[in-house]
Nanobody, 127 residues
Framework: EVQLVESGGGLVQAGGSLRLSCAASGFNFDVYAITWFHQAPGKERKGVSCLGRSEGRTTYADSVKGRFTMFSDIATNTAYLQMNNLKPEDTGVYYC????????????????????WGQGTQVTVSS
């Protein structure tokens, strides 16, 4: 059974930092690409970053480039999202997701193209 468990969310002031974790199990963590999504209050989920296994690099949404860094630890099957210089518009629930592909092609497409999701972790950035 595939499981993704996010943690690390919380309340932080604008300009602050948080590190989110996504603990994965039940699939080939070093084969499938991993994606972080952000769902702001009242809005659809949008892709934040994707770590592609076959291409060996990470792709970011324009809104987070230079502020967020995604990486993973194969030894512990954990993906991370380091978020720096947080802004109030970063507020929302963050989810990690995966599907049975190793690349980040169309990574920021509709959320229903992903097979497995975590329960999400809440991030609140105060101004």
């Amino acid at each position: 059974e595939v499981q993704l468990v996010e943690s690390g969310g919380g309340l932080v002031q604008a300009g602050g930092s948080l590190r989110l974790s996504c603990a994965a199990s039940g699939f080939n963590f070093d084969v499938y690409a991993i994606t972080w999504f952000h769902q702001a209050p009242g809005k659809e989920r949008k892709g934040v970053s994707c770590l592609g296994r076959s291409e060996g690099r990470t792709t970011y949404a324009d809104s987070v480039k230079g502020r967020f860094t995604m990486f993973s630890d194969i030894a512990t099957n954990t993906a991370y999202l380091q978020m720096n210089n947080l802004k109030p518009e970063d507020t929302g629930v963050y989810y990690c997701a995966t599907r049975q592909v190793s690349t980040c092609s169309y990574w920021d497409g509709p959320y229903y193209t992903y097979d497995w999701w975590g329960q999400g972790t809440q991030v609140t950035v105060s101004s």
